[in-house]
C-alpha cells in the first residue's frame, strides 16, 4: 500500500514537473516567436560621426568615410531611398518587412532600451545607420507607459477628446491643431508614427470602437481625418490612418467577411480614407483585421494596390494591424509592407518565399523601400534628439477648447446657459467619474481627468454635497463594482462603468430644497474587442429611467430644472425620456479636460456649437444595418489574436463569421432619408445660445468646381459659430441615389450679435459622381443638381440649382 503510494506520488510529481517544463518552454517559445521576433542585439545602434566631404557635411551612416547618395539630404527621397536598398542584403530587407515584437508594448524591455508602452517598431539595420522607429496608438493621444523601471519622471501624454466629439466640432482648423498637439507630443517622446486616426464609418451604432472614429458620412469623415493628419505630420512625425477598411465591427474581427457591393465599398467605406489620402498623403495606413468579400483585406492587392495606390496615389507605407491577416507572403505580394507588430513566423515565410522566388525580389523591393522612405522621412534618421519634456498645460488647453467645441446642445428649454454661482444636485456616478474617453488602443494614459464635479466647482458652481455623500457611501458600500481595471487590456476586456443608484423619493425631495437645479449624468464607456449592445447601454437601464423620471417629477414640482449631460462614446436612445429634462448635452468623451468643457458650455462660457456627425434614431431597429448587425455584444479571447481557423461554410454564422452589408450605400442619414422615418435627432442638428439666419446661396460653376457662397448672420444675443452643411440632391434621377448627401461644409468664425459673415465652399465636379457598377466607374449624371445650404440635414434653410 505504502509502495503504491509512493509510486502514485511519483508519476504525480513528475507529470507536474513536465507540465511546468512544457509551459517554461511554452513560454519561452512564445518569447522569441511573438512577443520578440528579433534579438535585443540587433537594436544596438552605432555611433554615426558628422563629416565633411567637398564641402558638405552629413551623418556618415554606414561610417565608409564618404557621401553615399542616401546619406545626402540635398537629393530626392527617392533616389536616397533606391541607393539605401541598393546597399541591403536580402536578410536585412526581410527583416525590416516585420517590426520586432510586442516587448516595448508589454514593458519586457530595460531601461533606455526603447521606448515603454510603444506598440511597435520598425527594425534598425545598425551596419547603414537606419534607425529604429517606434509606432504607437492612438487615435485620441498618444498611449505610452506614463512610467519606467526605476525612473522617478512620468511619461504622461495628453487626453484629447474621442474622434467622434472632434467630428462634431466640424472644425477642420481645429482639428490640424489637435494634430498638431498630437505631433508635438510624439516629437518630445521620440515615437515616429501614430497608429490613427481612425476612419472608419459609423455603420452601426453599436461598434464598440464608433467613438475612435468619426461619423456615418465619409465625407465628413475625409475632411476631418485629413485635418489631423496635416496637424500631426507637419512636425515631421507620421500618422498611420485606421483601419482600412470596412472594420465596422468588433464581433469576431480577425476573420469576419464582410460581403459588401463595391458601390458601397467605394462611395461609403473607402471614400473617406481616399479623401484623407489626397488631402493629406498620410506617412502610412493600417490594413483592417477583417476579410472583405471572401480575403484579408491585408492581403487584397485590389485594395491596397490598385484603387490605394493606382487610382488615388498613395505613395506611403501599409502595415496591418496588430497580428492581423494570416500569410505575411500573400500580404507583401498584395501591397501590405510591413508586418505588425512582427513575429518569428512571418521572418521564417517570408524568408523561405523570398528563397524560393514565391516572394518576387520586386515585390520585396518595393515594400522595402516604401519604409525606407518613411525612415528617411522621419527624424530620427537625422539623428534628432528627443527630451520626454512636452507641453502638457498648453496641450491641455488645446482639449480643453476643442472638446467645448464639440459638444453637441441637443435641447435647451430655457435651460441653459445657469446663472453663475447656482447650487447643483449633480446626480449620477459619472458625475463624479467622468469618462474622458474609450477603451483599448483608443486610450491614453493621461496625467489628471477632470470630472464634471472639478468642472463646475472650478466654473464657481456650489456642488450639494448630500447629493455627493450618497455615491460615496454607495462606493464605500460596494468597492468592488468601482474598482477601476489595471492596464489596457483589464480595461480592454471590461470597460469600468460604474454602477447607478437609486435614490427614494424622499431623498430626492430633500435635495431639491437645497439646490437650484439638478444635473444628471448618464455614462458609457465601450472599446476595442466587443460590441455593444442594445440593453442597458443602447437604451437607459432600469435604474437610470427610474433616476431620471423621479429627478425630473420633483424638481419640477418645486418649479426647478433638470439639464442632462450625456457623457458617452456612441449614440444611445433618445426619444422615450427626452421630454423629461429641461436641457440635454451631449458632452461626449472630451478627454482630460472633458469636466471643465462641461461646465464652461452649462455655465455660459462658451456656446456650443458643435453638430452631430451621425444620426440619433428613434430605435435601433429603424437603422438599414441593424438586420445584419452582431447584437449579441460579448468579448473577444486574446487567443483570437493568433488564431484564423476558418470555419467550414456549412457551419458560418451570420453577422460572426461573415456580415452582409445588405443596406449598400444607405447607411446613417441616407437611410432614414430615402425610408422616410422620423428620427429623435437628424445627421447635422446642435442647437445655440443664439440663432443664425442664412440667405444669398449662390453658385457658379468655373473649371469644374462649383464655387459656393452663403451669408450667415448671427441674428441672437450671444456671440457664436455656426456649422454650415451642404448637401446635394439630384432631382428626378433615373438612378438609386440617395435623397441627400454632404458634399461640403464650413464653420463661420465666432460671430458677434448682429454680424454677419459670407461663408465659401467649393464642390468638385467628380464628387456629385456615383460609383456605375456596370462600367466599373463613377459616373457624373448630367443636368440638374440642386445644391441645399442646411442646419442640420433636416433643417435645410436655402436652396438651388446649377446645371451640368
Ligand atoms: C488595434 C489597433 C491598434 C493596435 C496596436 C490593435 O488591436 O486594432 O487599432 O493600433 O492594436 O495597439
Known sequence: MKRALKIALKVLLSVIGLIIVLLIAMGLWYRANVIHSEHPKNFRQAEVETISVAGYTFRDLNGNDSLDIYEDKRQPIEARAEDLLSQMSMEEKIRILKGSGMQSA?????????????????????????????????????????????????????????????????????????????????????????????????????????????????VLTGEIGAAIVNGVEANGVGTCVKHFVANNQETNRMINDVRISERALREIYLKGFEIIVRKAQPWSLMSSYNRLNGSYVAENREILTDILRDDWGFE??????????????????????????????????????????????????????????????????????????????????????????????????????????????????????????????????????????????????????????????????????????KGTLQAMMNPYSPPEIVLSEEQVRELSTTSDLAIVTIGRNAGEGGDRVEKDDFLLSEKEQQMLTTICRVFHDSGKQVVVVLNIGGVIETASWKQKPDAILLAWQGGQEGGNSVANILAGKENPSGKLPMTFPLKLNDHASNANFPLEGGMMKLSDFLDRTIKPVEEQLANIDYSNYEEGIYVGYRHFDKAGLEVSYPFGFGLSYTSFEYSNLEAELADSIIKVQINIQNTGEVAGKEVVQLFSAKPGTKIDRPKQALKAFAKTPLLAPGESTVIEMSVPVPDLAYWNEDLADWTVEPGEYQLLAGASSRDIREQTFIEL
Request: aromatic share 8%.
Open 106 to 218: 508589454m514593458g519586457l524591455i530595460k531601461p533606455g532600451e526603447g521606448i515603454s508602452g510603444a506598440v511597435g517598431t520598425i527594425v534598425p539595420v545598425a551596419r547603414l545607420g537606419i534607425p529604429t522607429l517606434y509606432l504607437s496608438d492612438g487615435p485620441a493621444g498618444l498611449r505610452i507607459n506614463p512610467r519606467r523601471k526605476n525612473d522617478p519622471r512620468s511619461y504622461y501624454c495628453t487626453a484629447f477628446p474621442i474622434g467622434t466629439l472632434v467630428a462634431s466640432t466640424w472644425n477642420t482648423e481645429l482639428a490640424s491643431r489637435i494634430g498638431d498637439a498630437m505631433g508635438k507630443e510624439m516629437l518630445e517622446y521620440g515615437i515616429d508614427v501614430i497608429l490613427g486616426p481612425g476612419a472608419n464609418i459609423h455603420r452601426h451604432p453599436l461598434c464598440g470602437r464608433n467613438f475612435e472614429y468619426f461619423s456615418e458620412d465619409p
Open 316 to 485: 506611403g507605407v501599409v502595415m496591418t494591424d496588430w497580428f492581423g491577416g494570416s500569410n505575411a507572403v500573400a500580404q507583401v505580394a498584395a501591397g501590405n509592407d510591413l508586418q505588425e507588430p512582427g513575429t518569428r513566423k512571418q521572418y521564417k515565410a517570408l524568408k523561405k518565399a523570398a528563397a524560393s522566388g514565391e516572394l518576387s525580389e520586386e515585390a520585396i523591393n518595393t515594400s522595402v523601400k516604401r519604409i525606407l522612405k518613411l525612415v528617411l522621412a522621419s527624424g530620427k534618421m537625422d539623428g534628432l534628439p528627443f527630451h520626454n519634456d512636452p507641453d502638457l498645460e498648453a496641450h491641455a488647453l488645446i482639449a480643453r477648447q476643442s472638446a467645448a467645441e464639440g459638444m453637441i446642445l441637443l435641447k435647451n428649454e430655457g435651460a441653459l446657459p445657469l446663472k453663475q454661482g447656482l447650487k447643483v444636485a449633480l446626480f449620477g456616478a459619472s458625475s463624479y467619474d467622468f469618462i474622458a474617453g474609450g477603451t483599448g488602443s483608443g486610450d491614453v494614459n493621461e496625467a489628471y481627468s477632470v470630472s464634471l464635479e472639478e468642472g463646475l466647482t472650478n466654473a464657481g458652481f456650489q456642488i450639494n454635497p448630500t447629493a455627493k455623500s450618497y455615491v460615496e457611501e454607495y462606493k464605500a458600500a460596494h468597492p468592488e463594482a468601482f474598482r477601476k481595471p
